[in-house]
């Protein structure tokens, strides 16, 4: 499966920004999809995930309420719109994919297929 993030830009705060991430390869239906985020100097960290045929995501709690997950198994697209942006949301965004149920949806180590990332900013 080979992941391709696409959509990170400068924002100003309390800006809005959609990721996209397109998929090619296993049926895409089968993953369970999710983003990440790294900061700086500061471990990788679970954003936003859902499962295959659900349609309601699961989120960290400093996104909880701003950001949505969404996907397109027709299209082979998940989406992250992120609304209300903060300039604690700086960082590396990563579309992931995993076909196996071990660990939990927010663990890392469940996803088997990483994108190469892409960078949002937001600052004034």
Known sequence: VELVEFGGVLVQPGGSLRLSCAASGYPFSRYVL???RQAPVQER???AGIPWSVDAGTYADSVQGRFTISRDNAKNMVVLQMNIL???DTAVY?????AS???GLGNAKRYDYWGQGTQVTVSS
Do not use: I, K, L, M
């Open 101 to 103: 149920s071990a660990y």
């Open 86 to 88: 903060r300039p604690e």
């Open 34 to 36: 999710g983003w990440f």
């Open 94 to 98: 990563y579309c992931a994919a995993a």
């Open 45 to 47: 960290e679970f954003v």
